[in-house]
């Protein structure tokens, strides 16, 4: 991997900056220091997504056969790095989400830091019709959240609950609130937040201008076909500028960060 855009300082994080023209795999160290969130109180938001040439987020409705190894690494630090991964249920039921794993190279980072041994996954979903009896719901290190409506089936809330999942209700009626839900999270302790998608999770993430930071992997592939795109829903009335933070690349695939200036 070599650094295109080294716009952070690495050094300051605590490993050492590689130069423009290294392309060896970088250690999770360096990662987490290309990595790092912004320092202070507040939540921060951050997206990672991937899409091909052509703009697909997907291909035979998964992101995993537009991915590479460098982009599942990258994939895990950021993981590593947060508090709390957000995910629609759609995107959930369709990547085959498990609890997230200990990994014990970032362990100390994260007691550190003061965060929990593994991130929480918050799973959003209005109807909650989900599978409460899958291992992301019975068997978290650190108990899965379901981000809903106050309009969520009574039956339904109870059935998570009894599963042991926390329920936080993030919106009216049957309409989750995307700043309400990042407020809500942001009130447990959870401000370091990533979101994974789906692609209309992200949409509205992006319409309600909650969006602070997105990564997103450049894939080398063209698909074609009907694929979505990364984010969905309505267009905004002005589009939204991000400014560019970070470039990094690996065998043809280009990793980029972009964060509202």
């Not at 992101?63 to 508090?83: E, H, K, V, Y």
């Not at 007691?111 to 989900?130: E, F, R």
């Not at 039956?155 to 599963?163: D, I, S």
Request: aromatic fraction near 4%; hydrophobic fraction near 45%; charge should be neutral.
């Amino acid at each position: 991997m070599r650094s295109l855009l080294p716009v952070t300082d690495l050094t300051t994080a605590g490993a050492p900056a590689p130069a423009a023209a290294d392309d060896r795999e970088w250690s999770l160290d360096e990662l987490a220091a290309a990595y790092a969130h912004p320092a202070g109180p507040g939540p921060w938001l951050r997206a990672n997504m991937v899409a091909t040439l052509d703009g697909a987020a997907q291909h035979d409705g998964r992101s995993q056969g537009i991915s590479c190894p460098a982009d599942m690494r990258i994939f895990g630090t950021l993981r590593g790095l947060c508090d709390v991964v957000i995910a629609g249920a759609g995107t959930v039921r369709g990547e085959g989400y498990r609890p997230a794993r200990v990994r014990e190279a970032f362990a100390a980072r994260r007691a550190a830091a003061g965060q929990t041994p593994v991130p929480a996954v918050a799973v959003v979903s209005a109807s909650l019709d989900l599978d409460f009896s899958l291992p992301l719901y019975t068997e978290p290190r650190v108990p899965t959240l379901v981000l809903t409506g106050s309009a969520a089936p009574a039956e339904r809330v109870t059935a998570a609950r009894k599963a042991g999942v926390r329920v936080v209700v993030a919106g009216e009626g049957s309409r989750i609130d995307p700043e309400r839900a990042v407020r809500e999270l942001a009130a447990l302790g959870l401000t370091r937040q990533l979101t994974e998608g789906g692609p209309r999770l992200l949409g509205q993430f992006v319409a309600a201008g909650v969006l602070d930071e997105l990564c997103l992997t450049l894939s080398p592939m063209l698909t074609a076909g009907r694929a979505q795109r990364i984010a969905g829903g309505p267009s905004l009335a002005v589009p939204d500028r991000f400014t560019l933070a970070g470039l990094l690349e690996e065998d043809g695939f280009l990793f980029s960060r972009y964060r509202r200036p």
